[in-house]
């Protein structure tokens, strides 16, 4: 299994096709993936956003069809109303939407697929960037 932000899932429907998208779309085919809670509400944000501008391949509703499709579970192993998300992302120089995804990959041991170049420093510094 593998983490995969809502940058990587959004790059699967552009215009414009991304090699490490692909290759994640095709490790969480084969293994699964897990993501934290928010991104359901950033993916369809971003998408939604892109298909304003034209920078979509096809409709949002049929991009949503198809993620749903994947094997993609939403992380619910956390407890109490906050969890280390704003640490991380000090430490780490990210925002807390972005350390949400790094704190899931980490406390999971498993690789984090994202084409953001800070949380993929992150995720290497972490030791839990995808390959």
């Known amino acids: 299994m593998l983490v995969i932000d809502a940058n990587i899932a959004v790059a699967w429907f552009r215009r414009s096709p991304s090699k490490l998208a692909d290759a994640a779309l095709d490790a969480l085919c084969k293994e699964g993936a897990i993501v934290p809670a928010l991104w359901r509400w950033e993916v369809q944000d971003v998408l ?3 298909a304003t501008g034209g920078h979509l391949a096809m409709a949002v509703t049929d991009a ?3 993620i ?3 094997p993609i579970t939403v992380d619910d192993e956390f407890s109490g109303l906050f ?3 704003f640490t991380i992302a000090s430490n780490y120089g990210l925002s807390v939407y972005d350390a949400a995804y790094l704190e899931v990959a980490v406390r999971q041991g498993m ?4 084409i953001d170049k800070e949380l993929a420093t992150a ?3 972490a030791g839990v960037a995808f390959k």
């Open 111 to 114: 690789p984090l697929a994202t």
């Open 68 to 70: 749903r499709q994947l």
């Open 83 to 85: 969890g280390p998300e």
């Open 48 to 50: 939604r956003r892109l």
């Open 64 to 66: 949503l069809t198809e």
């Open 123 to 125: 995720a290497r510094r």
